[in-house]
Protein backbone atom coordinates (compact mmCIF):
# COMPACT_ATOMS: atom_id res chain seq x y z
CA UNK A 1 0.00 0.00 0.00
CA UNK A 2 2.23 2.94 -1.24
CA UNK A 3 1.03 6.39 -1.11
CA UNK A 4 0.57 9.27 -3.61
CA UNK A 5 3.65 11.97 -3.18
CA UNK A 6 3.60 15.58 -4.29
CA UNK A 7 7.09 17.42 -4.70
CA UNK A 8 5.99 21.20 -5.37
CA UNK A 9 9.11 23.48 -6.27
CA UNK A 10 10.60 20.29 -7.93
CA UNK A 11 13.05 22.35 -10.03
CA UNK A 12 14.38 24.08 -7.42
CA UNK A 13 17.55 22.94 -5.09
CA UNK A 14 15.11 21.69 -2.38
CA UNK A 15 12.88 20.27 -4.85
CA UNK A 16 15.54 17.88 -6.36
CA UNK A 17 16.76 16.93 -3.31
CA UNK A 18 13.27 16.07 -2.03
CA UNK A 19 13.32 13.69 -5.02
CA UNK A 20 16.36 12.66 -5.23
CA UNK A 21 16.02 11.36 -1.04
CA UNK A 22 12.77 9.85 -2.16
CA UNK A 23 13.82 7.72 -4.32
CA UNK A 24 17.54 6.59 -1.80
CA UNK A 25 15.62 5.47 0.76
CA UNK A 26 12.48 3.84 -0.95
CA UNK A 27 9.87 5.97 0.47
CA UNK A 28 6.80 4.18 0.54
CA UNK A 29 4.86 5.82 -3.33
CA UNK A 30 2.94 4.79 -5.96
CA UNK A 31 3.19 7.78 -7.50
CA UNK A 32 5.09 10.61 -7.16
CA UNK A 33 4.17 14.32 -8.87
CA UNK A 34 6.87 16.83 -9.84
CA UNK A 35 4.84 20.30 -10.09
CA UNK A 36 6.29 24.01 -10.16
CA UNK A 37 5.06 27.20 -11.55
CA UNK A 38 3.79 27.14 -15.09
CA UNK A 39 6.96 28.52 -16.54
CA UNK A 40 8.68 25.36 -16.09
CA UNK A 41 5.29 22.85 -17.07
CA UNK A 42 6.86 20.05 -19.51
CA UNK A 43 10.58 20.30 -18.49
CA UNK A 44 11.89 17.62 -16.78
CA UNK A 45 13.87 16.37 -13.53
CA UNK A 46 15.45 13.28 -12.44
CA UNK A 47 14.04 10.66 -10.04
CA UNK A 48 16.14 8.19 -8.70
CA UNK A 49 19.12 7.09 -10.83
CA UNK A 50 17.18 6.09 -13.78
CA UNK A 51 13.49 7.70 -13.68
CA UNK A 52 12.79 10.85 -14.99
CA UNK A 53 9.39 13.21 -13.91
CA UNK A 54 7.95 15.43 -16.38
CA UNK A 55 6.96 18.61 -14.48
CA UNK A 56 3.38 19.98 -14.20
CA UNK A 57 2.29 23.72 -13.20
CA UNK A 58 1.16 24.29 -9.98
CA UNK A 59 -1.59 26.51 -10.82
CA UNK A 60 -3.25 23.43 -12.87
CA UNK A 61 -3.42 20.66 -11.11
CA UNK A 62 -6.03 19.65 -8.66
CA UNK A 63 -4.77 17.64 -5.60
CA UNK A 64 -7.70 15.01 -5.29
CA UNK A 65 -6.16 11.97 -3.93
CA UNK A 66 -3.16 13.20 -3.55
CA UNK A 67 -1.45 11.30 0.51
CA UNK A 68 1.21 14.13 0.99
CA UNK A 69 2.86 17.39 -0.24
CA UNK A 70 6.64 17.97 0.14
CA UNK A 71 6.98 21.97 -0.99
CA UNK A 72 9.61 24.70 -1.38
CA UNK A 73 8.58 26.95 -3.62
CA UNK A 74 8.72 30.37 -1.84
CA UNK A 75 6.52 31.52 0.67
CA UNK A 76 3.88 33.57 -0.91
CA UNK A 77 3.50 30.61 -3.66
CA UNK A 78 3.15 28.20 -0.02
CA UNK A 79 0.46 30.80 1.32
CA UNK A 80 -1.48 30.72 -2.13
CA UNK A 81 -1.53 26.54 -3.04
CA UNK A 82 -1.56 24.94 0.34
CA UNK A 83 -5.19 25.42 1.71
CA UNK A 84 -6.12 24.50 -1.94
CA UNK A 85 -4.16 20.96 -1.45
CA UNK A 86 -5.25 20.35 2.21
CA UNK A 87 -8.98 20.79 1.23
CA UNK A 88 -8.38 18.44 -1.16
CA UNK A 89 -7.64 16.10 1.46
CA UNK A 90 -3.52 16.20 1.11
CA UNK A 91 -0.72 16.70 4.24
CA UNK A 92 1.68 19.60 2.97
CA UNK A 93 4.78 19.26 4.72
CA UNK A 94 5.62 23.01 3.91
CA UNK A 95 9.60 24.14 3.88
CA UNK A 96 8.72 27.65 3.44
CA UNK A 97 8.54 30.32 6.55
CA UNK A 98 5.30 31.18 5.69
CA UNK A 99 3.08 28.50 8.45
CA UNK A 100 6.27 28.34 10.77
CA UNK A 101 5.31 30.27 13.48
CA UNK A 102 1.19 29.38 13.46
CA UNK A 103 0.20 28.32 16.96
CA UNK A 104 -1.81 25.55 15.55
CA UNK A 105 1.20 24.16 12.95
CA UNK A 106 3.69 21.89 14.34
CA UNK A 107 7.16 23.06 13.68
CA UNK A 108 9.47 19.64 13.24
CA UNK A 109 12.33 17.88 13.89
CA UNK A 110 12.47 14.62 13.99
CA UNK A 111 15.53 14.13 15.92
CA UNK A 112 13.94 16.47 18.65
CA UNK A 113 10.25 16.63 18.60
CA UNK A 114 8.67 13.74 16.48
CA UNK A 115 5.84 13.60 19.01
CA UNK A 116 4.98 17.28 17.37
CA UNK A 117 3.77 15.32 13.71
CA UNK A 118 0.76 14.08 15.45
CA UNK A 119 -0.47 17.43 15.25
CA UNK A 120 -0.61 17.61 11.95
CA UNK A 121 -4.61 16.87 12.14
CA UNK A 122 -5.31 20.37 13.11
CA UNK A 123 -4.47 22.11 9.74
CA UNK A 124 -3.24 19.83 7.54
CA UNK A 125 -0.35 21.67 7.38
CA UNK A 126 3.58 20.45 8.88
CA UNK A 127 6.10 23.56 8.40
CA UNK A 128 10.01 22.68 8.39
CA UNK A 129 11.87 24.93 10.05
CA UNK A 130 14.65 26.86 8.82
CA UNK A 131 17.97 25.53 8.05
CA UNK A 132 20.01 26.71 10.50
CA UNK A 133 18.21 26.21 13.38
CA UNK A 134 17.45 22.53 12.29
CA UNK A 135 21.04 21.78 12.45
CA UNK A 136 21.47 23.57 15.65
CA UNK A 137 18.71 21.93 17.69
CA UNK A 138 19.69 18.78 16.62
CA UNK A 139 23.12 19.55 18.44
CA UNK A 140 21.38 21.60 21.17
CA UNK A 141 18.87 18.86 22.02
CA UNK A 142 20.96 16.09 23.54
CA UNK A 143 22.93 18.62 25.74
CA UNK A 144 19.42 20.20 26.77
CA UNK A 145 18.57 17.09 28.04
CA UNK A 146 21.61 16.67 29.79
CA UNK A 147 21.87 20.32 31.91
CA UNK A 148 19.08 22.25 30.60
CA UNK A 149 20.07 25.17 27.93
CA UNK A 150 19.44 28.57 29.40
CA UNK A 151 21.12 30.57 26.82
CA UNK A 152 22.78 30.22 23.42
CA UNK A 153 24.69 33.04 21.12
CA UNK A 154 25.09 31.45 17.56
CA UNK A 155 26.96 33.06 14.94
CA UNK A 156 26.25 31.40 11.22
CA UNK A 157 28.40 30.72 7.95
CA UNK A 158 25.84 29.93 5.35
CA UNK A 159 26.49 29.16 2.07
CA UNK A 160 24.95 30.75 -0.72
CA UNK A 161 22.73 27.59 -1.69
CA UNK A 162 20.15 29.15 1.06
CA UNK A 163 19.48 31.88 -1.04
CA UNK A 164 18.79 29.52 -4.20
CA UNK A 165 20.23 28.42 -7.63
CA UNK A 166 20.73 32.19 -8.20
CA UNK A 167 22.84 32.45 -5.98
CA UNK A 168 24.98 29.97 -6.26
CA UNK A 169 25.48 30.95 -10.01
CA UNK A 170 26.37 34.77 -8.76
CA UNK A 171 28.81 33.21 -6.40
CA UNK A 172 30.06 31.39 -9.45
CA UNK A 173 30.18 34.37 -11.99
CA UNK A 174 31.54 36.91 -9.22
CA UNK A 175 34.40 34.19 -8.53
CA UNK A 176 35.35 33.67 -12.08
CA UNK A 177 35.24 37.37 -13.46
CA UNK A 178 37.86 38.14 -10.17
CA UNK A 179 40.31 35.84 -11.94
CA UNK A 180 39.42 37.42 -15.78
CA UNK A 181 38.91 41.05 -14.66
CA UNK A 182 35.65 41.29 -15.90
CA UNK A 183 33.67 44.02 -13.61
CA UNK A 184 31.43 42.90 -10.79
CA UNK A 185 27.65 42.89 -10.41
CA UNK A 186 25.76 41.57 -7.25
CA UNK A 187 22.09 41.15 -8.61
CA UNK A 188 21.07 38.18 -6.22
CA UNK A 189 23.01 38.97 -3.02
CA UNK A 190 23.35 42.26 -1.72
CA UNK A 191 26.92 42.76 -1.87
CA UNK A 192 29.95 40.88 -3.69
CA UNK A 193 30.20 37.77 -2.34
CA UNK A 194 32.91 36.27 -4.08
CA UNK A 195 36.06 35.98 -1.18
CA UNK A 196 33.70 37.97 0.84
CA UNK A 197 31.03 37.86 3.36
CA UNK A 198 27.93 39.10 3.95
CA UNK A 199 26.15 39.60 7.57
CA UNK A 200 22.50 40.13 6.13
CA UNK A 201 20.08 37.37 5.66
CA UNK A 202 16.57 38.26 4.75
CA UNK A 203 15.17 41.65 5.39
CA UNK A 204 16.09 44.32 8.44
CA UNK A 205 13.69 44.27 11.33
CA UNK A 206 13.19 47.12 13.26
CA UNK A 207 15.49 46.07 16.23
CA UNK A 208 18.27 45.64 13.97
CA UNK A 209 18.40 41.94 13.70
CA UNK A 210 17.52 40.22 10.29
CA UNK A 211 14.57 38.14 10.05
CA UNK A 212 16.80 35.23 9.98
CA UNK A 213 18.40 36.13 13.16
CA UNK A 214 15.11 36.32 14.41
CA UNK A 215 14.08 32.82 12.94
CA UNK A 216 16.71 31.21 14.74
CA UNK A 217 15.34 32.68 18.20
CA UNK A 218 11.68 32.06 17.52
CA UNK A 219 12.27 28.40 15.76
CA UNK A 220 14.43 27.00 18.18
CA UNK A 221 12.21 28.35 21.32
CA UNK A 222 9.13 26.71 19.64
CA UNK A 223 11.01 23.53 18.56
CA UNK A 224 13.16 22.65 21.83
CA UNK A 225 11.91 25.23 24.77
CA UNK A 226 10.32 28.74 25.11
CA UNK A 227 12.49 29.70 27.93
CA UNK A 228 15.92 29.58 26.09
CA UNK A 229 17.39 33.04 25.23
CA UNK A 230 18.93 32.82 22.15
CA UNK A 231 21.21 35.71 20.01
CA UNK A 232 21.93 35.28 16.50
CA UNK A 233 24.29 36.76 14.02
CA UNK A 234 23.75 35.32 10.68
CA UNK A 235 26.51 35.68 7.93
CA UNK A 236 26.67 34.53 4.05
CA UNK A 237 29.88 32.96 2.82
CA UNK A 238 31.47 32.09 -0.15
CA UNK A 239 30.38 28.27 -0.28
CA UNK A 240 28.05 26.99 -2.43
CA UNK A 241 26.67 24.00 -0.16
CA UNK A 242 26.92 23.59 3.49
CA UNK A 243 26.34 25.44 6.50
CA UNK A 244 28.65 26.41 9.78
CA UNK A 245 27.80 27.98 13.25
CA UNK A 246 29.63 29.09 16.10
CA UNK A 247 28.26 28.18 19.09
CA UNK A 248 27.92 29.43 22.69
CA UNK A 249 25.75 27.33 25.17
CA UNK A 250 25.12 28.49 28.30
CA UNK A 251 23.15 26.04 31.06
CA UNK A 252 21.88 25.60 34.38
CA UNK A 253 24.49 23.00 36.04
CA UNK A 254 27.98 22.62 35.37
CA UNK A 255 28.60 19.96 32.20
CA UNK A 256 31.82 19.01 31.58
CA UNK A 257 33.51 18.10 27.83
CA UNK A 258 33.65 15.28 28.26
CA UNK A 259 29.79 14.65 29.45
CA UNK A 260 28.86 16.58 26.53
CA UNK A 261 30.68 14.73 23.54
CA UNK A 262 29.10 11.54 25.36
CA UNK A 263 25.64 12.58 24.85
CA UNK A 264 26.38 14.38 21.76
CA UNK A 265 27.60 10.44 20.36
CA UNK A 266 24.33 8.92 21.65
CA UNK A 267 22.09 11.41 19.92
CA UNK A 268 20.38 10.40 16.69
CA UNK A 269 21.26 12.62 13.66
CA UNK A 270 24.57 13.39 15.15
CA UNK A 271 28.59 12.81 14.07
CA UNK A 272 31.05 14.43 16.60
CA UNK A 273 34.04 14.76 14.73
CA UNK A 274 36.42 16.48 17.53
CA UNK A 275 40.47 15.39 17.58
CA UNK A 276 42.29 18.50 18.64
CA UNK A 277 44.49 18.22 15.55
CA UNK A 278 45.05 19.53 12.33
CA UNK A 279 41.94 18.36 9.70
CA UNK A 280 39.99 16.95 13.63
CA UNK A 281 37.35 19.01 13.08
CA UNK A 282 34.03 19.10 10.19
CA UNK A 283 33.74 21.74 7.66
CA UNK A 284 30.86 22.41 5.45
CA UNK A 285 32.85 20.57 2.40
CA UNK A 286 32.61 17.38 4.92
CA UNK A 287 29.24 17.37 5.27
CA UNK A 288 28.15 18.11 1.54
CA UNK A 289 25.91 15.48 0.79
CA UNK A 290 25.95 13.80 4.22
CA UNK A 291 23.15 12.99 6.33
CA UNK A 292 24.35 13.97 9.59
CA UNK A 293 24.86 16.71 11.87
CA UNK A 294 28.30 17.44 12.77
CA UNK A 295 29.84 18.81 15.96
CA UNK A 296 33.34 19.58 16.55
CA UNK A 297 35.51 21.93 18.45
CA UNK A 298 33.64 21.04 22.23
CA UNK A 299 35.30 22.74 24.64
CA UNK A 300 34.86 25.01 28.10
CA UNK A 301 33.89 28.93 27.86
CA UNK A 302 36.05 30.17 30.44
CA UNK A 303 34.25 33.25 30.96
CA UNK A 304 31.39 31.89 32.51
CA UNK A 305 30.60 29.25 34.97
CA UNK A 306 28.08 26.60 33.04
CA UNK A 307 28.82 27.28 29.29
CA UNK A 308 30.28 24.96 26.19
CA UNK A 309 31.43 26.22 22.52
CA UNK A 310 30.58 24.08 19.48
CA UNK A 311 31.40 24.15 15.94
CA UNK A 312 28.06 22.71 14.25
CA UNK A 313 27.55 21.62 10.78
CA UNK A 314 25.60 20.36 8.20
CA UNK A 315 24.51 19.80 4.57
CA UNK A 316 21.65 22.93 4.39
CA UNK A 317 20.11 21.11 1.31
CA UNK A 318 20.18 17.77 2.82
CA UNK A 319 19.82 17.69 5.71
CA UNK A 320 19.09 21.60 6.67
CA UNK A 321 15.67 21.30 4.15
CA UNK A 322 14.73 17.87 2.10
CA UNK A 323 16.32 14.72 4.48
CA UNK A 324 13.89 16.47 7.67
CA UNK A 325 10.78 16.91 5.28
CA UNK A 326 11.21 13.38 3.73
CA UNK A 327 11.87 12.10 7.74
CA UNK A 328 8.83 14.05 8.67
CA UNK A 329 7.01 12.14 6.04
CA UNK A 330 8.01 8.47 6.71
CA UNK A 331 6.89 9.48 9.93
CA UNK A 332 3.50 11.02 9.01
CA UNK A 333 3.04 7.68 6.44
CA UNK A 334 4.06 5.36 8.85
CA UNK A 335 2.35 6.76 12.22
CA UNK A 336 -0.44 8.43 11.27
CA UNK A 337 -1.59 7.76 7.11
CA UNK A 338 -0.70 3.98 6.41
CA UNK A 339 -4.70 3.63 8.77
CA UNK A 340 -6.31 6.52 7.33
CA UNK A 341 -5.36 4.94 3.90
CA UNK A 342 -5.82 1.54 4.48
CA UNK A 343 -9.55 2.48 5.61
CA UNK A 344 -10.57 4.36 2.35
CA UNK A 345 -9.47 1.65 0.59
CA UNK A 346 -11.34 -0.76 1.85
CA UNK A 347 -14.69 0.16 0.86
CA UNK A 348 -13.04 0.87 -2.72
CA UNK A 349 -12.07 -2.17 -3.19
CA UNK A 350 -15.22 -3.66 -1.62
CA UNK A 351 -16.73 -1.60 -4.53
CA UNK A 352 -14.58 -3.44 -7.25
CA UNK A 353 -15.63 -6.69 -5.78
CA UNK A 354 -19.03 -5.85 -6.22
CA UNK A 355 -19.20 -4.79 -9.51
CA UNK A 356 -16.80 -7.51 -10.39
Same mark, same amino acid.
Given at each position: MGFKVAVVGATGNVGREFLK?? *????FPADEVIALASSRSKGSEVSFGEDAVLKVGALEEYDFRGVDIVLSSPGAKVS?????? %????????????????????? /??? !??????? *?????????????????????? !???? +????? *??IKRVVVATYQSVSGAGRQAMDELFTQTRAI???? /??? &??VLPKQIAFNVIPHIDVFMNDGATKEEWKMAVETRKILDPEIALS *?????? +??????????????ERPIGEAEARAALRRAPGVAVVDNRAEEGYA? +???? %???????? &???????????ALNLWVVADNLRKGAALNAVEIAEILARDHLAERKGARRAPAEARRRRAG
Open positions: LL *AERRAGFVPR %AVAAGAVVIDNTSYFRMEPDV /PLV !VPEVNPQ *AVALFEKRGIIANPNCSTIQLV !VALK +PLHDL *ARYVTD /PIK &SE *ATCVRV +PVFIGHAEAVNVEFT +PVDA %AGQDLVYV &SRIRRDPTLPH
